[in-house]
């Protein structure tokens, strides 16, 4: 028995700090945008594959990787990839193009691939199961303030710092991470020894790719073609293909499959399929809700990179106490129904949300809206972790966990995707509205070009640019700064009210969310599933 076993909570604590790393890298980025463009002289589409490629690239292998660290141990999976993050942390802040930090990205999201599935799967290995709720409460906790923190603390990084410091920081924090975890995490051995399921990795990890790729794309290539005659919705469909394939395989493979299918077979299985399309729903649904309000934050509002991150400062603490709240209390009541309270919560919050903004809103006035939703998303990690790990045997505890950070990964990418589309469309209706609304302001003569200009605008990237819409030609001097008042004011009403829609996105699908949460049951003491009350 090494320290850890005879001291779980010391291996529990690098733990904690690998998966803290891991779903911070996955918001941090975002703050640092306008700063990367400036120092690498990149274009917005290379920046914004900065954090598509991690996505990509954390997302894809994570049924593999939870299914290595059942064969080959978890210890031994996470170390190699917390040695792989660490030095391709170092890479990113030492590139010096666009390429090589789209590359450096990509190394590092399969290092957090490979790490993601082995936190989840130690606290069931490391904690038995009457002895779980403290540790899923922190894991809960690290989680939901990892993914609010990112942007405040990527803020404060590249207002004081340098925006390479967003990864250099994760160089002596990983460091520490590997001398604890070598030390006190014990190297169990592995329970699978049978043939590796190469097909089904392959077919896995290849319709995957294509699937993630399609969606979170679609929109950069207008959702039309990519290369020669092959276009997204190809992509996609070939994708789903091959996952359809991929379960064909999974039920028929001789050997030990890549997705154990009996862990959905049954009453046991459909709780964990529950508990699988809630994750999906929770990361779709926080992706999808931040997209549109940092937009509106830092466009109509006027804030900094800073001053927005800071504002949803509250929302984090929110989002922790929650955490620790859920997890002292949730077992006096059945987990589903503090899960459904959760996303109840997240909903009301996103609504308060989109009630409150408008293009003058004083930016203290979304406070309680974001500090509602952070309390949603605390009080929902715990016991939603609780209620998908307990039912599975130890030996498919690294498949479970590579499904259950699949769904949350795949229902981000598709969140943002969703987001985005309905966000462009939504410009593209609301600003011309606002621009024909606001055109009664100026003069006859000039209206009908004003609203041409602004409608153009919104089809098309200069309408996040600085210079705004192009202005009617001919103005007199006397009439310009008014015209472009009213342009501005036109941009800011299109703008708010293309958000607001948008934020109704997530909200339905906190719904759904709560109705597959209605499906999860807690484990009766004599091992049987309890009946819904």
């Not at 006190?184 to 590796?196: A, I």
């Amino acid at each position: 028995m090494n320290r850890g076993e005879r001291n779980p909570w010391l291996a529990f604590a690098a733990l904690c700090v690998c998966f803290f790393m891991l779903m911070l890298d996955s918001t941090i980025v975002t703050v640092a945008i306008p700063s990367m463009l400036t120092g690498l002289s990149a274009n917005l589409n290379q920046i914004i594959w900065v954090n598509s490629v991690y996505l990509l690239a954390n997302t894809v292998p994570l049924l593999l990787t939870g299914r290595l660290g059942d064969r080959f141990g978890p210890k031994r999976v996470l170390l190699a990839g917390l040695v792989l993050f660490t030095a391709a942390s170092l890479w990113c802040g030492l590139a010096r193009s666009p390429g090589e930090l789209i590359a450096a990205r990509a190394v590092q999201g399969l290092g957090a691939a490979a790490m993601a599935p082995q936190t989840l799967a130690f606290i069931s290995r490391l904690f038995p199961p009457d002895r779980r709720r403290a540790p899923i409460a922190v894991w809960g906790a690290a989680a939901g303030i990892a993914i609010i923190t990112g942007p405040v603390l990527g803020g404060l990084l590249v207002q004081h710092l340098d925006w390479r410091w967003i990864f250099l920081l994760n160089v002596p924090v990983g460091l520490v991470s590997l001398a604890v975890a070598v030390v006190f995490l014990p190297d169990w051995l592995p329970g699978l020894r049978s043939r590796f399921d190469v097909p089904g990795a392959v077919l896995g990890s290849a319709g995957l790719f294509a699937v993630v790729f399609g969606v979170q794309n679609g929109q950069h290539y207008h959702w039309g073609r990519v290369a020669g005659p092959v276009t997204v919705p190809m992509v996609i469909a070939v994708g789903v293909a091959l996952l359809v394939a991929f379960v064909v395989w999974q039920r028929r493979t001789p050997g030990e499959p890549l997705l154990p299918l009996r862990m959905f077979a049954g009453p046991i299985g459909n709780v964990f399929a529950n508990a699988n399309l809630t994750h999906a729903a929770l990361g779709f649904a926080t992706t999808g809700m931040f997209l549109p309000l940092v937009i509106y934050l830092q466009t109509v509002l006027g804030l900094t990179a800073l001053e927005c991150s800071l504002l949803t400062l509250p929302m984090a603490v929110a989002a922790g106490l929650a955490a620790v709240a859920a997890g002292r209390t949730w077992t006096r009541v059945q987990a589903r129904h503090f899960v459904m309270f959760g996303l109840g919560t997240l909903a009301a919050g996103t609504i308060g949300l989109a009630w409150q903004a408008q293009p003058d809103t004083v930016p203290a006035l979304l406070v309680p809206g974001l500090v509602v939703a952070g309390l949603g998303i605390g009080l929902v990690y715990s016991p939603l972790t609780s209620a998908a790990m307990a039912w599975v045997p130890g030996e498919l505890v690294g498949a479970a966990s590579g499904v259950f950070n699949t769904a949350r990964q795949v229902g981000g990418v598709l969140g943002s995707a969703a987001s985005g589309v309905l966000l462009q469309v939504g410009i593209a209706v609301a600003v011309p509205d606002a621009a024909r609304e606001h055109a009664e302001r100026l003069p006859f003569q000039y209206r009908d070009e004003f609203v041409d200009g602004i409608t153009r605008a919104a089809n098309t990237a200069s309408q996040f640019s600085g210079t705004g819409p192009r202005l009617p030609s001919e103005l007199p001097p006397a009439v310009v700064e008014h015209v472009r008042t009213v342009a501005t004011d036109a941009f800011h009403l299109g703008f708010t009210n293309a958000a607001k829609a948008t934020l109704v996105l997530p909200v339905v699908v906190l719904i759904l969310g709560m109705i597959s949460a209605a499906g999860l049951r807690e484990p009766a003491r004599t091992g049987t599933l309890t009946a819904p009350r």
